[in-house]
């Protein structure tokens, strides 16, 4: 799976940061893309054909499955890894 964030170089300051941590704790293999910011809305086409809105963070699976919005796509994550909401 694929998740696509924003530029901060860190996983504590932001929700990128947090789905980031929860996919490495969950033990989930993920590869990242880092896309610039969305004031220029051309640098967010990707994010805005996948999910129709321009904010990172998105989590796309396999199987081409897009999420956006940390909160949901850390629920998505604890199905996945077989924890709560499975
Ligand atoms: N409620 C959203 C907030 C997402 C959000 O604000 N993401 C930031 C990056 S961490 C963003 O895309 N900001 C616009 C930008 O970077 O230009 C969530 O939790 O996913």
Redesign the pocket.
């Known amino acids: 799976m694929r998740l696509y964030r ?1 530029k ?1 170089p860190t996983d504590r300051l ?3 940061g947090r789905v980031a941590r929860e996919l490495k704790v969950a033990g989930l293999d993920f590869e990242t893309d880092r896309v610039p ?3 220029k809305p051309a640098h967010r086409q990707v994010i805005i054909e996948l999910t129709g809105q321009p ?3 998105v989590l796309v699976e396999d199987d081409g499955t897009a999420t ?4 949901r796509i850390i629920e998505r994550i604890r199905q996945l890894s077989g924890g709560e909401g499975s």
């Open positions: 924003c901060t932001c929700p990128c910011l969305s004031a904010k990172v963070p956006h919005d940390s909160r």
